[in-house]
């Protein structure tokens, strides 16, 4: 029990010491662009037909005082509204997620949404500044990160979420420190959260699950953060907790990673020692899984810079990595899980439309054009690729087209990763075209903007507003 208060004191202590002031001004730029990606794509997902039952469900009664449900007119309950916007989030897969060097690449948490989500419920209800948002946003995915990094990727593969896990954790501290718990009501919440929310999953299920359990994790943070400010407690040694914490502190699975979380770095304010920053957090331009997405941005380079049709392309070969194959889904997809991860239809999609759609992969489509196009897409494991390791997404992409030209481009990491960050316009881009799904023009310019200039803005309730003029 000692090593496992230890580390939750580290957690209590790494958040509450957590200033403005003290973060670098790269950190702090790079805090603004994924929540501007974050808002959009929550306004994009509460735009889906899975999101406005939702709405219709959880909010048919009289609005509550002090959050808001993007996409949705009037302020709720702050728990139900991180519910709200972290399933919204995280319903098209389209949010951020967590890059690193040791292991597949997008398998770890997708950080911001949850934490996100509950920063804004605790934040909009209690009229805190745009810096206290960015704070409180900051230190907790700085947590989720760590967390989820210190743990032995088969814990990952056998099951457990780490959105919901370590994301679910980050929300919390995020709510905690907006919130101003003293660390004795920190466990609380901690402990609250621990015995109120499920975290079993599987490896491989349809998204609306983990859509639901991520949801879930971030409404039952907010939940357990309010409570405990209200005085509630809980008996710490009646419970498992912390289940998730005594895990990673036991010998199975140590790791640099929990030592760098436990010891010096995290104490410091250096921007080295930021995983916002290195190794980063990966913005996904397309709604389907991150591994399918380097062989997305060559099929729409090769299309778009040749002017190619569907009609001129007679067979697409895609070169990718063991891991790749093993987790991508290479036949034609039968359900939602599959098309999510189903390369043929990704690159059917680029090849006819030229683009990529954040609701294009939140149904099976009837489309002649895509079916008639998903055949001509082989993809297999290239013996060029096999040796190159897996903490990058080698892809190669070869289109044969019907006069017998060949045309070939290959790729190590997508857009929007890291080392190929998004340039303003194409941030600003995916945050219209999630946008303008639930916003007009003029709204949606209205809260880019705020959002942009977020540290100035006094009273985050006011970020969605409309303005008077």
Request: glycine letters at 6%; one cysteine or more; proline letters at 5%.
């Amino acid at each position: 029990m000692k090593r496992q208060r230890d580390i939750v004191d580290q957690l209590v202590s790494f958040t509450r010491r957590a200033r403005f002031k003290r973060i670098p001004e790269r950190v702090r730029a790079l805090a603004k662009i994924h929540i501007i990606d974050s808002v959009g794509v929550m306004l994009a997902g509460a735009a889906s037909p899975s999101a406005r039952t939702l709405h219709c469900r959880l909010f048919a009664v009289d609005p509550g005082s002090g959050s808001e449900v993007i996409g949705i007119e009037g302020t709720w309950d702050p728990a139900l509204a991180a519910f709200a916007n972290t399933y919204s989030a995280r319903v098209y897969d389209y949010d951020d997620v967590q890059a690193t060097e040791t292991s597949t690449y997008g398998l770890l948490t997708h950080p911001t949404a949850p934490v996100l989500a509950a920063a804004l419920a605790i934040g909009q209800s209690r009229n805190v500044s745009g810096e206290a948002l960015l704070t409180a946003y900051l230190a907790g995915v700085e947590v989720a990160a760590r967390l989820a990094d210190s743990v032995d990727s088969k814990l990952l593969l056998d099951g457990l979420p780490p959105t919901a896990t370590f994301g679910g954790i980050g929300a919390l501290l995020a709510a905690a420190k907006l919130l101003e718990l003293r660390p004795k009501a920190v466990r609380s919440a901690l402990s609250i959260w621990e015995s109120t929310t499920a975290r079993d999953g599987h490896a491989v299920e349809a998204p609306l699950n983990a859509t639901l359990r991520d949801a879930q994790s971030a409404r039952m943070a907010v939940e357990a953060a309010l409570l405990a400010a209200e005085g509630m407690t809980i008996d710490v040694s009646a419970l498992r907790f912390p289940s998730v914490l005594a895990t990673l502190s036991g010998t199975t699975t140590a790791s640099p990673v929990l030592a760098t979380l436990l010891g010096s770095p995290i104490r410091k304010s250096s921007a080295t020692e930021h995983y916002i920053l290195d190794p980063g957090f990966a913005i996904r331009i397309y709604p389907s899984h991150p591994l399918s997405h380097p062989a997305i941005d060559l099929m729409l380079a090769i299309v778009n810079l040749h002017g190619l049709r569907p009609k001129d392309i007679k067979r697409v070969e895609v070169g990718i990595t063991r891991v790749m194959a093993e987790v991508l889904s290479l036949t034609l997809p039968t359900t939602v899980a599959e098309l999510r991860r189903n390369l043929p239809f990704a690159l059917a999609l680029a090849a006819c439309d030229g683009v990529v759609a954040p609701n294009d992969f939140d149904r099976l489509t009837k489309r002649k054009a895509l079916h008639d196009f998903m055949p001509r897409v082989h993809a297999t494991v290239d013996p060029e690729l096999v040796d190159l390791g897996h903490a990058r997404a080698w892809t190669i992409v070869r289109v044969t087209l019907d006069n017998g030209r060949v045309i070939e481009m290959r790729t190590e990491v997508a857009k929007g990763a890291p080392q190929k960050a998004l340039i303003q316009i194409e941030l600003f881009h995916k945050f219209y075209q999630g946008a303008f799904c639930s916003l007009d023009e003029q709204r949606a310019e209205q809260v880019l903007s705020r959002l942009w200039m977020l540290e100035e803005v006094g009273d985050v309730a006011s970020l969605f507003e409309a303005d008077e003029s």
